[in-house]
């Protein structure tokens, strides 16, 4: 039962979003003094596109947000966010105050190949309430030397869990697109989704 809650096919979710926000964030005009920012700016496209494609799956009416880091939103600690929320009266000025009833997408991105730097964020999605969490990381020649880290600690999350590997950001200007190949944890193990 889905309790009143928006609910997604989010396998689905998954495997055409992605590939939807990487291709309008390979349109983006590039800025930056240096290679470095260059890459960041394009990371950052890209997670605004993914939380502008979120946001149009669910609409305003019904009671869900979609908060990225961003858009001026850094306290909820995620790239991105995607909740059911409600309101409640100020103590004072009677004004309506949002909270969050329920998380519905947690979605951290890190497009580094340090190991390292990759389970340091996916982390943040084992601590996640939200009923699906998604980890973006860079797409290479063997991604299960990728993924298998990530699974150590897939296995303790709660909720549906997923990965997707894109081409990285320093890998954009080459003009070849490669679609995003994205996976699926089962009990023991990533089941790439077919997209």
Known sequence: ?????????????????????????????????SPGDVHRHRSQNFVEALATLFRGQYPESSGVLVFSRYFGLSELLYDILVCET???????RHRELTYVRHAIWAIESEFSTNGREALKDFNKLVVSSAEAKLFV?????????????????????????FVALVPPPRQWQLGIWRRARSWRWDPKDWREIDS
């Open 1 to 33: 039962p889905d309790n009143g809650r928006a609910t997604k096919n989010h396998s689905l979710v998954v495997a055409g979003t992605v590939d939807a926000a990487l291709a309008r964030a390979m349109r983006q005009e590039d800025h930056g003094d």
């Open 86 to 92: 409600a309101v409640t009266p100020s103590p004072f």
């Open 137 to 161: 990381g860079p797409l290479s020649r063997n991604p299960d030397a990728f993924l298998r880290p990530l699974a150590a600690a897939a296995r303790y999350c709660t909720g549906e869990v």
